[in-house]
């Protein structure tokens, strides 16, 4: 944790602002693993995003691209718009996949505030979704993002980007 904290504090010091634990009450951010952060803090196409916990847990970790390694994905705020979105760290990745937040992905939108809940929708056959086509065979683990009572959704990778399945609506 001291290598973010320093590494932060450089990162402020020469005016840029990246998304790390300065986002989030001390009691959240220091659960947040060390690789997440000094990703987040490094990449300078994050700069514009703040990490938001407005649900919880605000952040998972699977094995989202199905190589065998854990990777992470937080919330995230576009600091400009307000709009709401995931990043998506791939272990040993430099940078983070940006999903919604002021990005247009999928049925989503740009903007994923309507989202309520979420969770790891493990590797495992998905059921037809609705009006949807082909279910698609997950090359890993997927994200479930829920509006409750309305609608739902898998985020996953299909092995060269993420991709939105709808589930309910």
Not at 52 to 70: K, M, S, W
Not at 155 to 168: L, P
Request: charged share 20%; net charge neutral; no cysteine.
């Amino acid at each position: 944790m001291r290598s973010a904290l320093i590494l932060t504090t450089a990162i402020l010091a020469f005016g840029a602002s990246a998304a790390g634990p300065d986002d989030l009450p001390f009691q959240l951010s220091s659960s947040l693993p060390e690789t997440l952060l000094r990703v987040l803090e490094s990449d300078p196409r994050t700069k514009q995003y703040a990490l938001v916990a407005h649900l919880n847990p605000f952040y998972l970790h699977g094995d989202f691209n199905g190589d065998g390694r854990t990777d992470m994905a937080v919330l995230v705020k576009n600091k400009d718009s307000g709009k709401v979105g995931v990043a998506i760290l791939h272990a040993g990745a430099k940078a983070a996949i940006i999903l919604g937040a002021g990005r247009q992905f999928g049925n989503g939108g740009d903007d994923f505030s309507w989202m309520d809940a979420w969770h790891l929708y493990p590797r495992a056959p998905v059921e037809r979704g609705a009006g949807e086509g082909t279910a698609p065979k997950l090359k890993g683990d997927a994200l479930m993002v829920v509006k409750t009572e309305s609608a739902s959704a898998l985020i996953y990778w299909n092995g060269k980007r993420y991709a939105w399945y709808q589930q309910g609506d």
